[in-house]
């Protein structure tokens, strides 16, 4: 059984729980959230011990792994200090907001020998693993790729109250790059990237509108990568999703929407989603569990991780060399 420390009790925090907790294999032993009217019921509906400050979770509970699901922008610490206390960690994408963060992760963890995955549950989407199944067993060569994640303005303004302090690359780009990244077998060695800065500032809220990647491959490939996080919020869906892979001879195209269920109501017209959570005979299941549920079986059998760090390192370097590219509005080097 395999002892959890949960740091953060917000949207993907209490998801989080819920898939350790159904899970045979694995326990919530503690929360850690810095709300304590919140942190202490959702402790006590989850059976846990709380804390605000993680640190004391981690000087007093005995726990194996510490699984972080934070705002963006506070990754990096909490890793950190899980990595110093000896546990394993998993975190929310991305792994941290600085390559040179997500570098001291990497060199602590191979010091420490323990395991850290970032949480790319993309990878777990049934038609996005066809399709990697797809390329190595024909052996297709990819040549360009497009992604792009467009998010309703609801969720820069309404579902979380720090998108000043991220970017919709890091936010919902970081998901695409992980999944394109998997899908070439190669590394970018360059970008060049441009934002657009407007609607949500004009309301206050100080983050990038929309945000495009251009990416070159080391292998001769290149890609874009297209975030925004201003669609209206009529839109039928809260997340807009589509890749798109061409190869030498073939092309694949991965249109999240046609996964969705269409729903017609007198309120209005919506497409849920159904790929990555949905309950069946009151069971969580989908990509985000059995994601989930890899990274304790391969805790518990010692075996290494589908996503590996030095990937979600390389993934952090790339939206570090991308926002540098929008200030200085040059091409930049992927640097490690």
């Known amino acids: 059984m395999l002892k959890v420390g949960q740091v953060g009790g917000g949207i993907m925090g209490q998801q989080h729980m819920s898939v350790y907790q159904q899970y045979h294999r694995s326990q919530v032993i503690a929360l850690s959230t810095p709300n304590p009217v919140v942190g202490r019921k959702i402790s006590e509906r989850f059976s846990a011990n709380y804390y605000e400050n993680h640190q004391e979770m981690l000087e007093n509970e005995d726990i194996d792994v510490v699984s972080v699901a934070t705002p963006d922008f506070a990754h990096y610490s909490i890793v950190r200090d899980a990595l110093e206390a000896g546990k394993h960690v998993l975190v929310e994408k991305p792994l941290t907001m600085s390559v040179e963060e997500s570098g001291e992760i990497l060199a602590l963890a191979n010091k420490k020998n323990l395991t850290v995955m970032t949480l790319f549950s993309n990878r777990w989407i049934s038609s996005y693993a066809q399709a990697k199944q797809l390329l190595n067993k024909k052996k297709l060569s990819p040549i360009m790729g497009y992604a792009r994640k467009n998010d309703r303005i609801f969720v820069p303004t309404e579902m979380i109250k720090w998108a000043n302090r991220t970017t919709p690359a890091y936010f919902l780009s970081s998901h695409d790059i992980d999944l394109m990244n998997w899908l070439f077998e190669s590394k970018v060695v360059e970008v060049y990237a441009a934002g657009v800065e407007k609607v949500l500032k004009g309301i206050g809220i100080d983050t990038p509108d929309a945000i495009q990647i251009q990416a070159k491959y080391d292998n001769g490939a290149i890609a874009t990568f297209e975030s925004c996080w201003s669609y209206p919020n009529t839109y039928p869906t809260i997340v807009d999703s589509f890749v798109e892979v061409i190869t030498e001879e073939e092309v694949i195209y991965l249109d999240r929407k046609i996964e969705n269920m269409e729903y017609i109501s007198p309120e209005g017209f919506t ?65 490690e």
Do not use: M, W
């Not at 390389?314 to 590219?325: G, M, R």
């Open 271 to 335: 497409t849920p989603r159904n790929q990555l959570h949905f309950e069946i005979t009151g069971k969580r299941r989908g990509a985000f569990v059995y994601a989930i549920e890899h990274f304790v079986d391969c805790i518990l059998d010692n075996k290494p991780v589908h996503i590996t760090l030095e990937s979600s390192h390389h993934v952090t370097a790339i939206l570090s060399a991308a926002h540098k590219s929008i200030k200085s509005g040059k091409p930049e080097k992927v640097i």
